[in-house]
Structure formats: structure tokens, C-alpha cells
């Protein structure tokens, strides 16, 4: 595939890494068939090659992205299923980052469109808000049929009153900053990224993966000033806000990594999407300066999904608590 960038384009890192991706597809169309959103709407542009081809186009021309591209870039899931099944090894993940960040630069959404966009990336990772969000949605919802629902955003609205529990759990007091000590003898030390709105909607899953590790003789610290991954910004190409989550999350885990704690043999996550951005946490920092692309690879190196923990771990959990 030949591609036509700019000099001055190329000067961009997103753009020159976009450059060598949109070179290794070789529109052999493998993805096609197990991307949700081409299966279900049979459409060519909402299949990855098809996005690829879009993208391709906008990068190459420079063009400012056209609702079109928007509309059906929106529409992948970044479910990353394209990615397991492509034998060039294109990784999608990286070049539709890219994209949203450019849509976001070059194109402007209709306003009520903007709007909803921000107050989710205002809310969402933020537990404190999005229970208070979650309680308010509980309140409103007999008052959704007044939202006008002519437009897309009314729509969607709708449908996240809909979506929203009719009970929210109580906070956990396991999730806050502390120290979970291993039960018996002590093989290992994690810290547990607690995340967003899964701490909110489901704590047990944390407190689950707590007692687990802890059974294991892993000991698991919650630090402070850790919070979303940056992964619902960054999948908005709201870039700053993502990096600026991020940044809290290597500031937090590098403190225990560097000396303020007793290290780290991982930085275990239970919801596999964060779990994906915090191992792409090397590629977001690597143009930032020093200490942060080195915290940031770290990081990234020590990130492990909880399965992952369980599927290398020579000691399977003990089924009690030792008395
Ligand atoms: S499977 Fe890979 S190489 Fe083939 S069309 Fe899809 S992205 Fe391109
Ligand atoms: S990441 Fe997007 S393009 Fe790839 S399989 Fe999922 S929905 Fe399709």
C-alpha cells in the first residue's frame, strides 16, 4: 500500500506510527468476520478494513474528518477482535486512537452532541459523580419520556436512563487506600487498580479479587490517588484529560515501585478494556520527557489482567482462610 504523507505531517509521531500501520494492511478482509459491528450491519465501512480505508483517506489528504469517517469510526466497539485475527499484524488499536484524536481536533460535533460527550468524560471516572449521576438517573427516569427524542443524543439519553440499575451497592471500604496483607506466608506484593464506574455498579468484583490474592499469599495494595484508567477519554480522543488520568495512575503505582512502599511483582486489573490501556500506557508516554515515559513503561510492563495472575501462579488459592 503506498501511502502519501506530508513532510510536515510526518513530523507528528501519531501520524509517521499511523504511516507504517496503514502499510502492513493488506485488505485481505480476515477481520471482516469477526468484527460485531460488520456482522451485524453488513456494511463495508464499519468493517475494520473499511475503517482502515476511511481513516487511510483522511490522514493522506489532510482533510479536516467528514461526518461520514465520524460516523462510522463512532461506531467501532474497540472490541479489538480485528486485532487477533489479522495475519499483517495491523494494529488497529493504535491507528483508531489516532483517528478519534484527529476527529476530535478536525471536526465539529453538533453541540448537543458535545455536550453529552463531555459531561460523560466529566462524570464517568469519577466514582463520587457517577453515583451521584446513577442515584439522579434513578430519580429522572420516570421522566424520560419528556426528552425529546427526535434526535440521536435524545436517543441516547433515553437509553442510558433505561440502562441505569434501579439499586446502586453501598461503597465498598475495601476499595480505599490501604494495605491487604497476604493470609499465611507472604509470596508476593500487587497493587489493584479499583477503576471507575466498576467500583460503583459492581464492588464486589474488587472485593472478590482481593480475597482471592490475598488467599494466594499476595498481598494487594490499594494506593492513593489512583483512579480511571484514562481509557473513556482516550477512546473519545479527549487526549489531555486521558493523559492527565494516566499520569495520576503511574504518579500513584511509581511511589510504591520506587521506594515511598516495598515494591511491586504486578499491577493487577479485573476489567479487561482498562487492563488494555494500561498496558498501552508505554506507547501513550513515549514522547513525554523523563521520569514519565520511563514510569509509564514500567507500568505497562507490570500490568496484568487477574486471570493472568491465576494462570502463572504456581500456588492456586486456598479454598479457606487459614485459622
Ligand atoms: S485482516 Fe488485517 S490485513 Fe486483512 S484487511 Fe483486516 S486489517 Fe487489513
Ligand atoms: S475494534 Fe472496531 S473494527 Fe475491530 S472488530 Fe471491534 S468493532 Fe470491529
Redesign the pocket.
Known amino acids: 500500500m503506498q501511502t502519501s504523507f506530508t513532510p510536515e505531517q510526518l513530523k507528528d509521531p501519531d501520524t509517521r506510527e499511523s504511516n507504517g500501520i496503514l502499510r502492513t494492511c493488506v485488505h485481505c478482509g480476515f477481520?471482516t468476520a469477526?468484527?460485531?459491528?460488520?456482522v451485524l450491519l453488513g456494511d463495508e465501512l464499519d468493517s475494520?478494513r473499511g475503517?482502515i480505508y476511511l481513516i487511510k483517506d483522511m490522514l493522506e489528504s489532510g482533510r479536516p474528518a467528514t461526518a461520514e469517517v465520524v460516523k462510522h469510526v463512532d461506531r467501532?466497539?474497540?472490541?479489538?477482535?480485528?486485532m487477533t485475527t489479522c495475519p499483517s499484524g495491523v494494529h488497529?488499536m493504535h491507528l483508531v486512537d489516532h483517528a478519534r484524536r484527529y476527529i476530535e481536533e478536525t471536526y465539529e460535533r453538533p453541540w448537543p452532541e458535545r455536550m453529552l460527550r463531555r459531561m460523560l468524560g466529566m462524570v464517568l471516572p469519577y466514582p463520587a459523580r457517577f453515583r451521584a449521576a446513577l442515584l439522579g438517573a434513578r430519580l429522572g427516569r420516570p421522566f424520560g419520556g419528556l426528552i425529546p427524542g427526535a434526535s440521536m443524543t435524545g436517543q441516547r439519553l433515553r437509553a442510558m436512563l433505561g440502562l441505569a440499575p434501579g439499586a446502586v451497592p453501598p461503597p465498598s471500604p475495601m476499595q480505599h487506600p490501604q494495605v491487604h496483607k497476604a493470609k499465611g506466608e507472604r509470596r508476593g506484593r500487587v497493587a489493584l487498580l479499583t477503576g471507575c464506574a466498576q467500583q460503583v455498579l459492581a464492588p464486589s468484583i474488587n472485593e472478590a479479587t482481593i480475597r482471592l490474592l490475598t488467599r494466594m499469599g499476595i498481598e494487594v495494595v490499594i494506593t492513593r490517588e489512583q483512579g480511571c484508567c484514562g481509557a473513556l477519554s482516550h477512546h473519545m480522543g479527549h487526549h489531555d484529560p486521558a493523559m492527565r488520568l494516566a499520569r495520576a495512575n503511574i504518579a500513584a503505582w511509581s511511589r510504591e515501585i520506587e521506594g515511598e512502599g516495598e515494591g511491586l511483582d504486578a499491577v493487577v486489573i479485573n476489567a479487561s478494556g482498562c487492563g488494555t490501556t494500561v498496558k498501552d500506557y508505554g506507547h501513550m508516554f513515549r514522547e513525554e520527557p523523563a521520569p514519565w515515559k520511563q514510569r509509564a513503561e514500567k507500568v505497562a510492563a507490570l500490568a496484568m489482567d487477574i486471570s493472568e495472575v491465576l494462570t502463572k501462579s504456581a500456588t492456586p488459592p486456598r479454598a479457606r482462610r487459614p485459622a
Open positions: 477481520c469477526t468484527c460485531p459491528t460488520f475494520p475503517r467501532c466497539l474497540s472490541c479489538l477482535s480485528c488497529y
